[in-house]
């Protein structure tokens, strides 16, 4: 379940970047956002090393898969921070698209590891 909806994230991150790069949508960066994105972008890599070791101490695939959703919502968050405040400090407005393209790989991967029910290979 957890590959399946990693690879649903893959395709929403896909189809609303391209939107953006298209010019359907418009960034609009707020400091909020930046606040949101920076916690994330702490906490979860933290979150998914507890559930990383966790999963290995209990041989739990769905919480290897969990802590794989955990890393990629991290990575995002990074990516999508960049982004933002690119786009907020220097006016770069498809900078976040860009940048949250540039992670879909990942995710699809880690999808099809999950489905496959192998360990997490993030970081």
Do not use: H
């Amino acid at each position: 379940m957890a590959g399946v909806l990693l690879l649903l994230l893959a395709g929403y991150v896909t189809l609303v970047s391209a939107l953006a790069l298209l010019g359907y949508s418009a960034p609009r960066p707020t400091l909020l956002g930046i606040f949101v994105l920076a916690g994330a972008a702490v906490v979860m890599p933290l979150l998914a090393r507890e559930k990383r070791k966790l999963s290995g101490a209990t041989g739990s695939a769905a919480l290897r898969a969990d802590a794989a959703q955990s890393s990629l919502c991290g990575y995002l968050a990074v990516m999508a921070l960049v982004g933002v405040v690119m786009n907020f400090v220097w006016g770069v407005e498809r900078a976040d698209s860009v940048a949250a393209l540039a992670i879909v790989p990942l995710v699809v991967y880690e999808a099809r590891e999950a489905i496959r029910g192998k360990p997490c290979s993030c970081l």
